[in-house]
């Protein structure tokens, strides 16, 4: 079992920059390929970015590649969503998860995902 944690969201002006966090417990998190996700008011949860075990592989989605980036420091078993020249449109709560030790490959399908956090809200404002 991993209990996620994420924190760092806030708001923020267009333009801006945050960096979310994702803290795992309850195991060693380099067994689990983690992805973001994120929802906003009125619409449905939307694949963000993922990374494989090792931090060695990563999937943007269009929305934010470019401008996000996931990275992974497996020893604090933590996860980052360093997110730059954000957009009012970015503005949604964001959702770290887990894959099961299982599946050694990172995906962009939120029902593939066990383990899930209670999400860190970020505004961006004009």
């Known amino acids: 079992q991993v209990q996620l944690v994420e924190s760092g969201g806030g708001l923020v002006q267009a333009g801006g920059s945050l960096r979310l966090s994702c803290a795992a417990s309850g195991r060693t998190f380099s067994s689990n390929a983690v992805g973001w996700f994120r929802q906003a008011p009125g619409k449905e949860r939307e694949f963000v970015a993922t990374?494989?075990?090792?931090?060695?592989?990563?999937y943007y989605a269009a929305s934010v590649k470019g401008r996000f980036t996931i990275s992974r420091v497996n020893a604090k078993n933590t996860v980052y969503l360093q997110m730059n020249s954000l957009k009012l449109e970015d503005t949604a709560v964001y959702y770290c998860?887990?894959?099961?030790?299982?599946?050694?490959?990172?995906?962009?399908?939120?029902?593939?995902?066990?383990?899930w956090g209670q999400g860190t809200q970020v505004t961006v404002s004009s």
């Open positions: 990374i494989s075990r090792s931090g060695g592989s990563t």
């Open positions: 998860a887990a894959r099961a030790p299982t599946y050694s490959g990172i995906s962009a399908y939120d029902n593939e995902y066990d383990y």
